[in-house]
């Protein structure tokens, strides 16, 4: 499996971004693929997570009710819908991709094995 990141930039805080993660090759049905970011001199932290198999989401608190996380039907393809953006949510965002992750371990990132390059989002103030 391999996953392609994109749609990162630069936006004014308040403003919104759509980040989205292409998985090629064999993705099963029990594929749970999550987004995670990594601030500048701050360790990696879990954002969001879709498990495929029963669409379950699960999101940080700092994010919940502001971001998204939704896969195109069909399509190895999961979206992250960023608004009301802060200048804090500024990182490198990677995707990942797991299979038959738990409930449990959505939000640990030894759980997913297939990892994207990274997008950059930086939010101004």
């Known amino acids: 499996v391999q996953l392609q990141a994109s749609g990162g930039g630069l936006v004014q805080a308040g403003g919104s971004l759509r980040l989205s993660c292409a998985a090629s090759g064999r993705a099963s049905s029990n594929t749970c693929m999550g987004w995670f970011r990594q601030a500048p001199g701050k360790e990696r932290e879990f954002v969001a997570a879709n498990r495929w198999s029963d669409r379950s989401t699960r999101y940080v608190d700092s994010v919940r009710d502001r971001f998204t996380i939704s896969r195109e039907n069909g399509v190895n393809t999961v979206y992250l819908q960023m608004n009301s953006l802060k200048p804090e949510d500024t990182a490198v965002y990677y995707c990942?991709?797991?299979?038959?992750?738990?409930?449990?371990?959505?939000?640990?990132?030894?759980?997913?094995?297939?990892w994207g390059q990274g997008t950059l989002v930086t939010v101004s103030s």
């Open positions: 990942a991709s797991g299979a038959g992750v738990i409930t449990g371990r959505m939000s640990q990132a030894e759980a997913y094995t297939y």
